[in-house]
């Protein structure tokens, strides 16, 4: 088993860095090739979802020996010119998931995004409130202090 600290660097290297530079390229090259960037795009929305599946699962599966390094070899093999298993995997697994739940998830994405829209304007009015109140608060502050100051400044001139 390799190290941890040197797999995970490892996953980062050839699990992020270098697929992002080869995105980098394709999307920056004089020739576009749609085949090469849809690839890539491909390749990015399966590491979306391996990490969104990690964090969730991470407790159950992180134990089981060499997962890291099967974490790491999994990668490789998305991106490897000769296995090219991000297609593989995309059209065979994800894309007929997706596929399969495309309305169920858009539906709940539409009242995540609305609920969400409802709790940040309810506490947007919060701290609105909060702000106003406090400005207040400070002006009323200020302006006893530049009574008492002027009425001190009027009783030490008489």
Same mark, same amino acid.
């Given at each position: *088993?390799? =190290?941890? &600290?040197?797999?995970?660097?490892?996953?980062?290297? $050839?699990?992020? +860095?270098?697929? +992002?530079?080869?995105?980098?390229?394709?999307?920056? @090259?004089?020739?576009?090739?749609? !085949?090469?960037? #849809? &690839?890539?795009?491909?390749?990015?929305?399966?590491? +979306?979802?391996?990490?969104? &599946?990690?964090?969730?699962?991470?407790?159950?599966?992180?134990? $089981?020996? *060499?997962?890291?390094?099967?974490?790491?070899? &999994?990668?490789?093999?998305?991106?490897?010119?000769?296995?090219? =298993?991000?297609?593989?995997?995309?059209?065979?697994?994800? #894309?007929?998931?997706?596929?399969?739940? !495309?309305?169920?998830?858009?539906?709940?994405?539409?009242? $995540?995004?609305?609920?969400?829209?409802?709790?940040? +304007?309810?506490?947007? !009015?919060?701290? !609105?409130?909060?702000?106003?109140?406090?400005?207040?608060?400070? $002006?009323?502050?200020? /302006?006893?202090? /530049? %009574?008492?100051?002027?009425? %001190?400044? @009027?009783?030490?001139? @008489?």
């Amino acid at each position: *088993m390799i =190290g941890s &600290f040197l797999t995970r660097t490892l996953i980062l290297a $050839l699990g992020y +860095a270098y697929p +992002a530079y080869e995105c980098f390229k394709t999307v920056e @090259s004089n020739k576009l090739d749609v !085949e090469k960037l #849809r &690839f890539w795009c491909q390749y990015w929305i399966l590491v +979306a979802a391996i990490t969104i &599946f990690e964090r969730i699962s991470d407790v159950f599966i992180s134990w $089981l020996p *060499m997962y890291i390094e099967a974490k790491l070899a &999994f990668y490789i093999y998305l991106w490897y010119p000769k296995t090219k =298993g991000t297609t593989y995997v995309y059209g065979a697994f994800f #894309r007929t998931y997706i596929s399969k739940h !495309e309305t169920y998830i858009d539906r709940n994405l539409l009242k $995540l995004r609305v609920r969400a829209g409802d709790v940040a +304007a309810f506490y947007w !009015e919060k701290i !609105e409130a909060y702000c106003q109140t406090r400005f207040l608060e400070i $002006l009323q502050f200020v /302006s006893s202090r /530049s %009574q008492s100051s002027s009425q %001190q400044q @009027s009783t030490q001139e @008489s």
